[in-house]
């Protein structure tokens, strides 16, 4: 049926066959209905955002009235997630600096493995800036630039009204919070981090009982929010079908192309990291690396197809296990690599938020997207067990700085296809990680050969 709707739609096009312009639209959407039946059965919000996106497509090119209403549904689920933003980045940064307060008895391990965090990390924060640099994937025609302007006023005079001359010393009073509340209010992301910091500096510090309280109340906060974050992205599939409906019934198909770009820039800064990083590192601590390219296939698919770190972090332990890392490296530096060493996170949140300024027509010094992207890096901790939560700290950031919101519905249609491939890297860079770290131990066992599963069984 979609073989045949495809057919059709090309040969009308093409005026190679003469039939009525009704005839291709119902073969379209026939070829839907039986794409939404083969899906039903299955379980999976990816596949049936992907189904939302072929409709609100269909629905913008079909009937561009209708569809321009439906941008009610994208602004209602990003306003869900925008609700998400201060709970969680404060519960999660907090519990990943508080949480891990005994890292002064830790010694030696820990200290070398947030060094190798974040210079990781940093590395992937600068291949993401020279690829969207480089690719200009957000960069709009004019005349469907000026189109999207006037459907978006209020968001560009927001922008216009609060992005004037700035002094240093304004910048930097901007990333200091004066009440923690209106911060919340405003969604002054960066400064509910610098809050949250120095909140769990300050609870690092206090005795024993009160902080555990404390520390206890945060990590459920944290819990409930990543839960809270699950049940918000329900209603994906409707916000990513509302945006793209509106998106191409305003502006055509013009956008999608930006978006398609977007989506492969991201997958060859992802392949150029693992390459130019992930690969070298791997060499440089002398990993066998058949050996470890077997044993992580597996959680890195499950990452893949899941869209989920947390998914995949009980296999990916015990592969690192298997290879010959010792069970207290790998206890330790997995789960604090999923605070601090979301290399795939990192690189994606760079290249979209820079291809928000890129789409709104708004340049931005190198020095401004540093700034924007080290704050994406500080709010992005602690997010890597949550499908899409991504999308939430993006959100906040364009918020923060600025930007209008409106590019978002562009990146809202393919999230779930870039949430794969980031998700896949973020679980191999701490499966690397913790290889690497006990090899810098000199604990790294070579020729480990992992417990017989027959004789287990027995």
């Known amino acids: 049926m979609v073989l045949l709707a495809g057919v059709l739609t090309v040969l009308a096009a093409n005026q190679m066959l003469v039939l009525s312009p009704a005839v291709p ?19 999976s919000l990816t596949l049936w955002i992907v189904v939302s996106m072929l409709v609100g497509i269909e629905l913008g090119h079909d009937a561009p ?9 994208s602004d209602a689920f990003l306003r869900l997630v925008k609700t998400i933003i201060a709970p969680l980045v404060f519960a999660t940064l907090v519990v990943g600096i508080a949480g891990h307060a005994d890292l002064k008895q830790v010694g030696r391990m820990g200290l070398k493995a947030l060094v190798y965090f974040e210079v990781v990390t940093t590395f992937a924060l600068f291949i993401g800036l020279a690829a969207i640099n480089f690719t200009h994937a957000g960069r709009l025609d004019a005349n469907v630039l000026a189109a999207a302007r006037a459907a978006n006023t209020s968001d560009e005079a927001k922008t216009l009204a609060v992005a004037g001359p700035q002094t240093a010393a304004d910048i930097i009073l901007h990333i200091f919070p004066e009440n923690i509340a209106k911060s919340v209010a405003e969604g002054q992301v960066l ?6 910091i120095l909140f769990a500096i300050g609870l690092a510090m206090t005795p024993e009982r009160p902080r555990r309280v404390m520390l206890e109340f945060c990590e459920s906060l944290s819990e409930v929010m990543f839960k809270f974050t699950n049940v918000v992205m329900y209603f994906a599939p409707l916000g990513v079908g509302g945006a793209l409906a509106y998106t191409v019934g305003k502006m055509g198909f013009a956008p999608l192309l930006n ?25 440089l601590a002398r990993l066998p690396l058949r050996r470890f390219i077997a044993a992580v296939a597996e959680p890195v698919s499950i990452a893949f197809a899941t869209t989920s770190s947390e998914a995949a ?17 790998v206890a330790f530096v997995m789960p604090t690599g999923y605070s601090f060493n979301l290399d795939g996170t990192t690189l994606y949140l760079s290249l979209a938020a820079v ?3 890129q789409a709104a027509g708004i340049p931005l010094t190198f ?14 901790k602690g997010v890597a067990g949550v499908p899409r939560a991504s999308l939430v700290i993006l959100l906040a950031t364009v918020a923060s700085f600025n930007l209008p919101a409106w590019p978002v519905f562009i990146i809202l249609g393919i999230d779930a296809l870039m949430d794969m491939a980031r998700t896949a890297v973020n679980v191999l860079g701490n499966c690397l990680a ?25």
């Open 313 to 329: 972090l009980p296999r990916a332990m015990e592969a690192m296990e298997s290879i010959g890392v010792p069970r207290r490296i």
């Open 191 to 196: 400064q509910v981090v610098i809050f949250a």
């Open 65 to 73: 009235a209708v569809a321009i209403s439906l941008k009610v549904l």
């Open 259 to 283: 978006a398609l770009q977007l989506l492969l820039t991201l997958y060859g800064a992802l392949i150029a990291f693992v390459l130019l990083v992930l690969l070298p590192v791997a060499l």
């Open 25 to 43: 639209v119902a073969a379209r959407w026939l070829a839907l209905l039986a794409i939404a039946a083969a899906v039903a059965p299955r379980r």
């Open 367 to 380: 020095g401004q997207q540093l700034l924007m992207v080290f704050t994406l890096m500080l709010t992005s």
């Open 355 to 357: 291809f928000v300024a």
């Open 434 to 458: 913790s290889a690497v770290v006990a090899r810098w131990e000199g604990e790294f066992v070579d020729d480990y050969q992992g417990p017989d599963p027959a004789a287990i069984a027995q």
